[in-house]
């Protein structure tokens, strides 16, 4: 069941890897607006299922505490990214609020029943080195003029990092919950746009299908996989993974000719990925230990 939950988990940062093409491919729609449309969007499988099942409702009964750690990490996250973006330069506040896979590992530590171990530790590290050479192509600049800036990026990275390791305490409460979770979280982003930007819509038909896949898969369905896989699965080696995001992200922005391809791509490729099988050690182990055993072999009752 780990393994499984764990797997489901990765399957939403392969989904977060497409975010970047597909806000490309979205138009000049504002952030706080495509952010209230994609999660609006985000939650109609959960309503339907609803409707369907109705008796499924019972389940969206949960404690305040679930709800406001909740809304706090699904809209915390993206309006402090927001912030970040306009008030510091787009690089260096990426690579800030990226440090939130870092803080996962190390921060599984204080959690009941999860041992820190050095491979996950260096396992983080490595995708980290990787994230930099991927997000870093052209250097960085920090100006203290853009502290604000990159004060809000890094209460990004805690903010998601922290409902991470928290909803891993509130295993008990169904992943259906993460449906209220972007309805709420849409509203807030709504109340922002209307306050903040100016409105503007999508204008062909593969702008629109691009905001669709959005709210259906990056936005969406990622949330639901991820809140699964952190409750149930290795959350150490969701966090050391979750650095792949970037690396995919820009392969494919490559693979349809946003990006060219060099020698740090590939560098990158190998710090990464070494560093999630790294940090998976203990996975692979387990996956070796559960192999059928001989009669003379097995433990005895």
Known sequence: MKIKATLIGFSAILMWSFLALMTAASGKMPPFQLSAVCFAIGALPGIVTFILKPQRLQLLRQPAKV????????FGYHFLYFTALRNAPAVEAGL????????IVFGSALLPGERLRWYHCAGAVAGLCGTVLIVGKNGFHFDPAYAFGYGAAFLCAFTWSGYSLITRRFEAASTDVVTGFCLATSLL??????????????????????VIGLGLLPVGAAFYAWDFGVKNGDIQILGAASYAAPLLSTLILILFGFAEPDLRIALACALITGGAVLAASDMFRRRKGTSPAAPSQRPQN
Not at 67 to 74: E, F, P, Q, S, Y
Not at 189 to 210: D, F, K, R, Y
Request: aromatic share 14%; hydrophobic share 60%; charged share 10%.
């Open 189 to 210: 982003s709504l109340l922002c746009h209307l306050g903040l930007e100016e409105t503007i819509w999508p204008e062909s038909l593969s702008q629109w299908l691009a």
């Open 96 to 103: 800030i609020a990226y440090l939130w896979p870092l803080l």
């Open 67 to 74: 709800w406001i750690v909740g809304i706090a990490g699904l």
